[in-house]
């Protein structure tokens, strides 16, 4: 039986145990109601009879679905194992891989097994058997299991159960395991990175991952070719990273600042009105967007505009790349600071121009000083998008890892690498794709950091002022 | 006593300079504003100018003998039959008929490349629906090739000496000739809104990518909403003070904040590498965008239930409501228009998301369109991303159009959550 | 409403209750005003006030919550303009000079007519750092010295000195209510403003700190013009020698505090001071 069938099952059951549930206590309720007709408070203190229908269904659900899940998750080694065993008993040995093994003999089908080695079939036929025995199994253990509860629930339903508060208990779980789903992704994530950096770093040194400077993870074809070896120094990475993240900060802090400043202090309520939307188009503009504006549009003005004064300036220059991503961040950092500044109270400002200061003091001594925490929460955000931008680099930023601090030339950056590593045809193990992994992980931490530290920052800002 | 005279005259003076401070500093404030503008100008004009001549198509009419005999097949023939057919001999007879003259095989080459790759299909299609066109001469248009295309749009310079120009001077008199004629012509071009991709870029289309991006969408918004919703009423209305709810709310706030590409290797790990789910396929794109957009959406969330007034919770739960009943009953539905602008932002942003998909493998060349979620597709932005990268010159303006129609998508999703914003926006 | 019933109704209020008793105005004044209205947009929140306040008066402005007590007080250094909404029509004039004129100059103005507000308000700053922001910004003083000197003169004045002379560097946030409203009374008198406008001043304060405020204010009577609105009758008895009722955004009755205190001519005053309504 196929997955959808059990459920479809187990969802028939339910319905069926809701429907007895709320049967079994509904005479009680309405004779109940009858005898207090005289006193319409009285009712009040009986509950609706369709909870104990949900707490029927609840009982033949759940459970089932629980026991459902971990065959689920546990049958796929069981069966491998079997038929490890089975191979080893009789005499069937294998000379390729054995997950790709593995994989053979699940995708063989069962028409044309004409011309296929013998011993291969055999075990195809083992595995065929395996198989139905455990999907049989599985029909048998959670049908069998949800029938035994619903009886079982059924015959715990009287008047006297506290059937919404169940109820109710049971849709809190409910929710509280939709909110863990966060935590899950961040271990879902941190232990995705782990894994493969952990068997990244068995083949390359850590130390010469973290600080050598030579990055060429292209393996010549022919082992007597020059760079036959590929070298992992990630350093050129980080540099080129940290260049263009400034480049781009450079950009968008000051822009992103003034711009807050201006909306949220000078503007008319008109101008405010009409240039907030504008900026949030810019900010929901896709990053491929700006990605392929830098490289088509951007950079070939930057390369005419430095040969013009006698800069050679490369193609895929870190300024052409940085500038377009420091645009991209403005709306963000703009958005952070007016956060952050009208969150300073008006007393503060009033403060200020009751002593005669004009706007501009009031705004570069006052408010700036006085929401700087903020502002420096705003920044490390924005830092960390910076550093965690993938397209418009990828397009725009080259992939040769120099390692230089001079935004003309073209510097490749972390984000940039990994997209190379994974997108190729990559078998799966090799060191190349394990070290997009380790990028992805030194990533990750990098981003981590600086949000724990932002948001953490800017949450004891807005403390203080509220 | 004080003199307040001196102090008077003391502030007036420092004032000229104050003001003048003040003015530079206002001006700046404008200036920011007016970069960012100037910048997003630009770039919309740009990619617009840029996109335009995507829209358009170039035909060439040409008198096709669908001669019987030649093709094998007559109006009886089945489909497979009708398919196996050499419908490139029709065409390239139509263009030799036309121009006898051409003999030299470097010059046959040029002329046959006249119309592009797609036309026998697109003859093929042509004589499936209407098999009465078997047997007779007709006049028939043909999608140009992608050079020709660029010529007649003036993409090409003709006035440019042969060396520096892409079509050579023998092609050119065999277009002018064409043209002359009034066999070349102008007309909108459907086929991009209905194609599949392709590897030449005139008859290359967005449909594929459409829908991917749909499909993906569908797989995001099913798996987002409700988990969304969940966590951000359990978080508003239900969760205790706690470490554990402290840990999840730094778990949350922390994820809107993880770069996308992550998310892209949390997908390629868990579900390509450790669940086995199809490659390219829109339900693992779904699955990755939902986890990367549902931060965004329980912020949002909490938010909107965060503005539900006590009052009238307190009116629910003072009428002997339980907890529950409050929370689903009363606050669910005043927070709910706050909570769908929410999501169409973070469906927004979803539609946009390039880099997660790519370590998916959504990113291969598919010119089917998908018909399911499991189909393998690619989605808009990464078309874009291909398109971009191709070196066709024909691909620049189709590039410039899909991001057109990816902006459009954009801006109607922002305009239907603002709509919303206006229409529900309740003053408590 | 339209315009023309909105005056009508005006001046049939004006015909109730007459136009202010007591004496408004007085020779010598500092500040003049006269036929104040105030428009937050449509909603007119003063009606045709005019009052004099004299060279070295403590005048005091009581009146029931709302009847635009603050608002005129904000007038006078044109506080109000921080409001967009905000309008202010008639004649206010500081040493015969119009506060409102094209070319009198706010900044200016505010550092001749110093404010102190009803929540402490100090700068995220040192205490030091606090009092010096105003002849900072002003250019008053020429050198570290003088500035220094200055900071502590008005620290003095303002009665802190002797409680922070050893943490002038401390956070000004760090202070108690009381100290941190002397701290901002020391940060306005450090520019030495011609006229101090209080608003509420102790009204956050617990009653030590209101007293030593309230002697503060005695004290800087001396060289100071000063105009502070209270809601607390017995704060505008200590302090004022003259005293303006407001109500409904209406200048009811002006006098010497004694006067208005123990002998209120018109009704509304005495019902407000014998505590009918406020």
């Keep these: 039986m196929t997955i959808s069938a059990i459920l479809f099952l187990l969802v028939l059951l339910a319905a069926f145990s809701f429907f007895m549930g709320r049967q079994k206590v509904h005479a009680v309720y309405l004779k109940q109601r009858q005898n207090s007709d005289l006193d319409v408070r009285l009712r009040v203190k009986f509950t609706l009879p369709k909870y104990f229908g949900y707490v029927a269904a609840l009982w033949s659900l759940v459970p089932a679905l629980l026991v459902l899940m971990v065959i689920e998750i546990v049958d796929e080694p069981i069966i491998t194992k079997q038929l490890t065993n089975y191979m080893v008993q009789s005499n069937i040995n294998i000379e390729e891989n054995f997950d790709l093994y593995l994989n053979e003999i699940q995708n063989l089908d069962v028409n044309h097994i004409e011309g296929i080695d013998p011993a291969k079939v055999k075990v195809f036929e083992k595995f065929s058997d395996l198989n139905s025995i455990a999907s049989t199994a599985k029909s048998v253990v959670v049908l069998a299991l949800a029938i035994l509860m619903t009886v079982f629930g059924l015959k715990k339903i009287t008047v006297d159960l506290p059937a919404r508060q169940y109820f109710e208990k049971a849709i809190e779980i409910i929710l509280l395991l939709a909110a863990s789903i966060a935590v899950l992704t961040t271990v879902g994530i941190v232990l995705s990175v782990l894994f493969e950096s952990i068997r990244f770093f068995g083949e390359i040194p850590v130390v010469d991952f973290m600080f050598g400077t030579q990055w060429s993870p292209q393996t010549a074809i022919r082992p007597d070719q020059v760079g036959s070896s590929a070298t992992f120094g990630a350093v050129p990475l980080f540099i080129g990273t940290m260049l263009i993240s400034f480049v781009a900060l450079v950009v968008a802090v000051p822009l992103g600042l003034m711009s807050a400043i201006f909306l949220s202090e000078y503007a008319s309520s008109k101008f405010r009105s009409f240039a907030k939307p504008v900026l949030e188009i810019l900010a929901g503009i896709p990053t491929v967007v700006y990605g392929f504006f830098a490289a088509l549009t951007v950079a070939p003005f930057i390369r005419q505009l430095g040969e013009s004064v006698g800069l050679s300036v490369a193609s895929e220059s870190a300024l052409a790349a940085g500038l377009v991503m420091g645009i991209m961040i403005i709306p963000f950092v703009s958005s952070l600071a007016d956060d952050v500044i009208s969150a300073v109270p008006q007393s503060m400002r009033e403060g200020s121009l009751g002593l005669g200061a004009t706007k501009s003091e009031t705004i570069i001594k006052v408010l700036i000083p006085a929401a700087l925490p903020g502002i420096v929460g705003g920044v490390l955000l924005a830092a960390s998008r910076a550093i965690g931008e993938t397209m418009i680099v990828v397009m725009a930023a080259g992939l040769a890892a120099n390692l230089t601090v001079n935004p003309l030339n073209a510097v490749t950056t972390v984000t940039v690498q990994i997209v190379t590593l994974l997108t190729g045809d990559q078998e799966f193990d090799s060191a190349k794709t394990l070290a997009a992994f380790a990028l992805g992980l030194m990533l990750f931490l990098t981003t981590l950091v600086l949000n724990v530290i932002a948001l953490y920052v800017v949450r004891k800002y807005r403390e203080q002022y509220d | ?428 | 409403m339209s315009n023309q019933t909105d005056k009508a109704t005006l001046a049939s209020m004006h015909a109730d209750h007459g136009t202010t008793v007591g004496q408004p105005f007085c020779d010598n004044a500092k500040l003049s005003t006269r036929n104040v209205d105030v428009y937050y947009a449509d909603n007119q929140a003063i009606h045709d006030v005019s009052l004099d306040i004299g060279r070295n008066e403590v005048i005091a402005l009581i009146g029931p919550s709302g009847c635009g007590k603050s608002t005129y007080l904000r007038c006078l250094n044109r506080m109000n303009d921080t409001i967009d909404i905000c309008k202010v029509t008639g004649q206010l004039l500081l040493d015969g000079q119009n506060i409102y004129a094209k070319n009198q100059d706010p900044v200016l103005l505010r550092a001749r007519v110093g404010m102190v507000f009803q929540k402490p308000n100090p700068f995220p700053k040192s205490i030091y750092d606090n009092v010096a922001y105003g002849p900072r910004i002003h250019g008053l003083t020429s050198n570290k010295a003088e500035l220094d000197d200055l900071v502590e003169e008005s620290l003095i004045k303002a009665g802190l000195f002797k409680e922070v002379k050893d943490r002038l560097e401390a956070p000004g946030t760090g202070l108690s209510g009381g100290q941190q409203q002397r701290l901002c009374i020391a940060r306005t008198i450090a520019v030495q403003p011609e006229v101090i406008l209080m608003d509420e001043p102790a009204s956050a304060l617990d009653p030590i700190a209101t007293a030593i405020i309230e002697e503060l204010i005695s004290e800087l009577r001396k060289n100071y013009t000063i105009v502070i609105v209270t809601h607390s009758m017995q704060q505008a008895a200590r302090v004022s020698q003259r005293t303006a009722y407001f109500h409904l955004g209406k200048l009811i009755e002006v006098g010497e505090t004694n006067q208005i205190f123990t002998n209120p001519k018109h009704e509304l005053t005495e019902k407000y001071i014998t505590g009918r309504f406020g």
């Design chain 2, 1 to 428: 006593m004080i003199n307040h005279n001196s102090i008077t005259q003391k502030v007036e003076r420092s004032l000229k300079k104050r003001y003048l401070k003040e003015k530079l500093f206002k001006a700046m404030g404008f200036a920011s504003v007016s970069v960012a503008f100037l910048f997003l100008l630009i770039l919309v004009s740009d990619i617009t100018i840029k996109a335009l001549p995507a829209f358009v198509q170039t035909q060439i009419t040409l008198e096709i003998e669908l001669n019987t005999e030649k093709l094998g097949i007559n109006q009886n023939s089945t489909t497979v039959e009708i398919k196996q057919a050499d419908f490139r001999a029709s065409i390239r007879d139509a263009l030799r008929k036309q121009f006898p003259d051409v003999k030299k095989r470097t010059q046959k080459k040029d002329l046959y490349s006249l119309v592009s790759i797609g036309a026998e299909y697109q003859l093929r299609d042509l004589v499936l629906e209407n098999r009465a066109y078997l047997g007779t001469t007709k006049k028939l248009s043909f999608i140009a090739d992608d050079d020709v295309d660029a010529l007649v749009k003036g993409v090409i310079d003709r006035k440019v000496e042969e060396s520096a120009r892409r079509i050579k001077n023998f092609k050119l008199g065999l277009i002018e000739d064409l043209e002359k004629n009034g066999q070349i012509e102008k007309t909108f071009n459907w086929s991009f809104f209905s194609n599949g991709d392709s590897r030449e870029p005139e008859i290359a289309g967005i449909k594929g990518a459409v829908m991917g991006s749909l499909y993906t969408l569908l797989v995001t918004l099913l798996m987002t909403f409700p988990v969304a919703v969940a966590a951000a009423i359990y978080l508003e209305e239900f969760a205790p003070k706690n470490r554990m709810v402290d840990f999840i709310e730094i778990n949350i706030n922390n994820l809107a904040a993880v770069p996308s590409i992550v998310f892209g290797l949390l997908g390629l790990a868990v579900f390509i590498n450790f669940f086995e789910l199809p490659r390219s396929a829109p339900i693992v794109g779904g699955i990755v965008l939902s986890l990367m957009t549902l931060p965004t959406i329980i912020i949002a969330s909490r938010s909107a239930i965060k503005a539900v007034p006590p009052s009238l919770r307190e009116a629910a739960l003072g009428l002997g409501a339980s907890k529950m009943q409050t929370v689903f009953h009363h606050v669910f539905p005043a927070a709910l228009p706050g909570i769908l602008t929410g999501t169409i932002i973070g469906m927004a942003q979803a539609l946009g998301e390039t880099a997660p998909l790519l370590m998916i493998g959504m990113v291969a060349f598919i010119v089917d369109i998908p018909q399911s979620v499991a189909d393998p597709a690619t989605v808009l932005p990464i078309q874009v991303y291909l398109w971009a990268d191709s070196p066709e010159r024909g691909f620049l303006e189709k590039t410039s159009a899909a991001i057109l129609v990816l902006i459009c998508f954009l801006i109607a999703m922002n305009a239907i959550a603002i709509y919303l914003r206006k229409k529900f926006e309740k003053k408590w």
